[in-house]
């Protein structure tokens, strides 16, 4: 067999036995896709890493996050900003590319240190 796939069967059986046992995570306490790691049988810490969030859930939105939220709180909303005001959209999705492309520096970065 296939060695990753062997990992990842192996990894989701550790998963399932680990949720019987009342494993924290299991709840998904950790919101906006943060990644959830149990500490013991009952505490955890949410890795919220590229989620756009902070705090002990990843429920707090990170600056940029709350901006782009408060910019488009609806669909029509949104639909109104791209024909209304063009221009501002335009710099929010800058704003979004350059953060993008300062994770993926950062990223490699570590991969060669
Ligand atoms: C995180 O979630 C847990 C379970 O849902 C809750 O009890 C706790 O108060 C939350 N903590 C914060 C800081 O939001």
Redesign the pocket.
């Known amino acids: 067999m296939n060695r990753s796939i062997a990992t990842l069967l192996f990894l989701s059986l550790g998963i399932l036995f680990v949720c019987e046992g009342g494993n924290p995570c299991c709840?998904q306490?950790c919101q906006n896709r943060g990644v959830c790691t149990a500490i013991d049988g009952n505490s955890y810490e949410c890795d919220c890493t590229r989620t756009g969030f902070y705090?002990?859930?990843c429920?707090q939105p990170e600056f940029f996050t709350w901006i782009k939220m408060s910019l488009k709180p609806t669909p029509n909303t949104v639909h109104y900003l791209l024909t209304h005001y063009k221009g501002l959209w335009n710099i929010i999705n800058s704003i979004s590319f350059l953060r993008g492309q300062y994770h993926e520096i950062s990223y490699v970065t570590h991969l060669h240190v």
Do not use: E, R, V
């Open positions: 709840s306490p705090g002990h859930n429920t």
